[in-house]
């Protein structure tokens, strides 16, 4: 029934990804919708592009396991919206046209300034997929375990590159819409089902959460501690600062969040549309107290071992075949819809800012032909992305997410600040700051207890670290120490040598990002 | 009759395209014109405190929870302890402080829009 649903779900969006594609014409339709998405629905649409396979299955499977430190995630993944709203959406879309490397090129030296911003838009973007692959893969192994992940792989791949190539920004838009309301609806659900288990009572609810029997006596689930507690690990609270951090300035330098921006018609829309993906973000993030607790106390004693099926398992216990298949489909639909949302993303930064601005010169490019190598190049990602998600099926997904945060709080967000708020601000400071964050951040985490340690023989051949070592780096999240970096390499590159050409243009670059004077305009179609 | 023979072409070609557009603005002057100075400071007289607040907010959050795990434990509602209500002032203080700043961009953009029309550009 699960893959019913499932069915049902990708005939309807291919149904309108076929419809918008017929009016998909020129490079603003396919690349920004045309600009003509409205405020509400690009909420919709950033809010489904976010919460993603880690969100829904991994928050509860965390709360479920861990108690109050998951819902730290929740709690992260939400205030790091006001970034976004507060410093980010509207410059952006005031300044840029197509990807985040626009917003830099405005000032600086085109081609150094858009070859390393695309390196790390490809980069973010490439981990934050394999981990949507790889989640899959767990779901299948529960759901279907008749089926072998390379099937299912090359149809999430293959239904991924037909959404985005033939349906650009606007079908994948209504793909995101379409698995938002789809999320928010099974989680609204399913927190109304824990809810009727507990008679509708909080007081029985948290009492419950309050008191769940473990294996070293009654736990309170409601407590911080266990596992960022320092009596687990004694770096486990500057852990948690970390993570915080990477979170909070994570979420404005995520690629695929960014290019929404350039759907909507305005800076206005665009805040409009950071306010309402607040709200469903939000929402949906404290009701994973429900789902979380909910699971922690109603499956107590039955929890399924892989921590991604809980969300799915209290779903049969409370909803029975129908109910556990509709969020089957959901979780399903969520990987499908969030990889799309990447490859577009990337696409668009590879033929937008590599091909069209640093491989040609900046030459003038048919815009017809900046959507052909899109397609193609979205083409080649999908491919890329299924072989890499075969080949790395067994790496763990949290850590693989932790990446792609960390890279764009340390690569991505520095150098978006400093070039909308800092005169001084040079091509020298945008590469240095890029590739800092870049390689200090991924470096960090090669070293880190996340790949390194030495294992218990006889442990599974999927939970084994990579590098058999002690780890050098005694925290899971590198963020405290490359965002710093990432800042400073930025500051010290643009200290070293002044850039009278970037500070002539500050002045034109402060009146169009704060007013919105000659930028990018909806299209008609 | 050489390539570089039309390469000169096209860019006399494209000198003498330029001289007909309009000149260029004198931005440094519009960028220090007072309404549009008035702008930005009003924009960062909320956005940075907003920032600063938000930041202080959060990280007490994680800050409390980590090194004083004890005090936090405290259930001061029903069940429910300081932690677990402070994490959930958060998701409150987000949504306030969002609503609070579209609000105040209403004015925000209206102060655009007046500067734009005395700078002289149509919108």
Known sequence: MAIGMFIAFVLVTLLITFFTAKKNSGSNAYFAAGRSIKGWQNGLAVAGDYMSAASFLGITGMIATAGYDGFMYSVGWLVAYLTVLLIVAEPLRNAGKYTMADLLAYRLNERPVRAAASLSTLTVSTFYMIAQMVGAAAIVKGLLPNVSFNVVAFTVGLLMIVYVVYGGMKGTTWVQIIKAILLMSGTIFLSFLVMKHYGFSFSKFFEAAAHVPSAGGVKNFLNPGMKFGSAINPWGPLDLVSLGLALVFGTAGLPHILVRFYTVPDAKTARISVVWAMVIIGTFYILTTFMGYGAATILNGKLPLDANMIAPTLAHELGGEVFFAFISAVAFATILAVVAGLTISASTSFAHDLYANVIRHGQHTAPHKEVRVARIASFVVGIIAILLAIVLQNMNVAFLVGLAFAVAASSNLPVIVLSIFWRRFTTTGAVAGILVGLISSITLIIISPAVMGIDAPGTAANKMHFIQHAAIFPLQNPGIVSIPLGFLAAIIGSLIRRDPRAEGMFGEFSVRAHTGLGSEKASDH | ?123
């Open chain 2, 1 to 123: 009759m050489s390539l570089r023979y039309f390469d000169n072409l096209l860019k006399s070609l494209y000198t003498v395209a330029r001289m007909n557009e309009p000149a260029k603005p004198d931005w440094e002057k519009i960028a220090a014109m007072p309404e549009f100075q008035a702008l930005l400071k009003a924009k960062r007289r909320f956005v940075v405190p907003c920032c600063i607040f938000f930041t202080i907010y959060y990280f007490s959050l994680l800050y409390l929870v980590g090194w004083h795990t004890e005090m936090v434990k405290k259930v001061v509602l029903g069940h429910l302890n300081i932690a677990y209500l402070f994490a959930l002032s958060q998701f409150f203080m987000a949504w306030i402080i969002a609503f609070l700043y579209t609000k105040k961009s209403s004015k925000f953009d209206q102060q655009a829009a007046a500067f734009l029309d005395h700078a002289g550009f149509k919108k």
